[in-house]
């Protein structure tokens, strides 16, 4: 009996500890991590620092840098660049200005379309010009220093050196109002009808490259302008937008306009001038020493180059020199 009471005692004693032992395992009651405090079983010094919060709206593309791109030439100081052009291209520059608003959106091109000879005049004058392009090569050299004296007579200086290039190239046309009346199909029927005193034609002025162009053709056909005009059978116009508008409202008979002002203006073309009639018919452009933004005025000159550009002047019967 003494034998077992020890061992029930034994029992006892061995089973109190391991309760305490237990107890002491166990601790606090509550083994919830504190709040905001991921859990984690590795240490404190080795926890991952919290993930940043999602961002909800739509990622912006980085550059390889990681910097944030910059939209181009957004950071450009904005430009003005003032270009005097030939009238018959107004409805072109004016579709490839709002090309270029896009491919530089820090310039603003403001336009001056008119005669040649009227614009050459103005930059002569001292007008504010950063870029010139003519419809004959006449009007830019006489302000090319390095066009021959016997054109240039007064020795002008106004074309930035090496920026000069011959940049499209027209085609001179006969055009009749709609109907035809007269029946006039080719050039040689407009030189009879003239001759015979039974038409009239309008066409620019002797200053005007069209008009130019036009003194070379009837020329061609021996007729002398002068004789004509007296007789009044010639109409003029101050550049080809007139002589167009002549011929669209019916003024006059026919009139000789280039084949892009013609199909601005929804006109027929009776018949093309040759080679032999009136030369070819190419327009040169320059940035101008007195502009204030040379290398932007070079830049849009390079741009009018370019297949978007060159896309809208062979749409009106512009092409390559």
């Not at 090496?162 to 290039?165: G, L, N």
């Given at each position: 009996m003494i034998r077992t009471k020890r061992s029930v005692a034994s029992v006892i004693a061995l089973l109190s500890l391991v309760a305490l032992v237990l107890s002491a395992c166990a601790g606090p009651s509550d083994d919830t991590p504190p709040p905001d405090v991921p859990f984690s079983s590795a240490p404190p010094s080795q926890q991952p620092a919290?993930?940043?919060a999602a961002d909800t709206q739509s990622p912006s593309?980085?550059?390889a840098s990681g910097d944030q791109p910059e939209p181009p030439h957004a950071s450009a100081e904005p430009v003005e660049l003032v270009i005097f052009a030939a009238a018959s291209m107004t409805e072109t520059l004016t579709d490839v200005a709002e090309l270029y608003a896009v491919a530089a959106p820090?310039?603003?091109l403001v336009f001056n379309f008119d005669s040649s000879g009227t614009l050459k005049t103005q930059i002569e004058e001292g007008a504010e010009c950063d870029?010139?392009?003519s419809a004959g090569q006449r009007q830019m050299d006489q302000l090319d220093i390095a066009a021959p004296d016997t054109v240039n007579t007064a020795g002008l200086d106004f074309v930035l050196s090496?920026?000069?290039?011959n940049i499209l190239e027209n085609r001179v046309t006969l055009v009749a109002p709609v109907g035809n009346p007269k029946n006039i199909n080719s050039f040689q029927d407009m030189a009879d009808g003239l001759a015979g005193g039974r038409i009239l034609m309008a066409m620019g002025?002797?200053?005007v490259p069209v008009g130019q162009y036009t003194q070379q053709i009837l020329?061609?056909?021996g007729l002398d302008e002068g004789a004509l005009a007296?007789?009044?059978v010639i109409s003029y116009g101050s550049n080809v937008k007139e002589v167009t508008t002549q011929v669209s409202e019916a003024s006059v008979d026919c009139g000789v306009v280039y084949c892009t002002d013609a199909f601005s203006a929804g006109l027929d073309v009776m018949d093309y001038a040759t080679v032999d009639m009136c030369g070819r018919v190419i327009y040169p452009a320059a940035a101008l020493n007195g502009s204030s933004n040379p290398e932007a005025a070079l830049a849009f000159l390079d741009y009018l180059t370019s297949p978007e550009a060159m896309a809208v002047f062979e749409r009106v019967g512009f092409s390559r020199p």
């Open positions: 919290p993930e940043p593309p980085q550059s820090n310039v603003t870029v010139f392009i090496e920026s000069r290039f002025n002797s200053d020329e061609h056909f007296a007789s009044g």
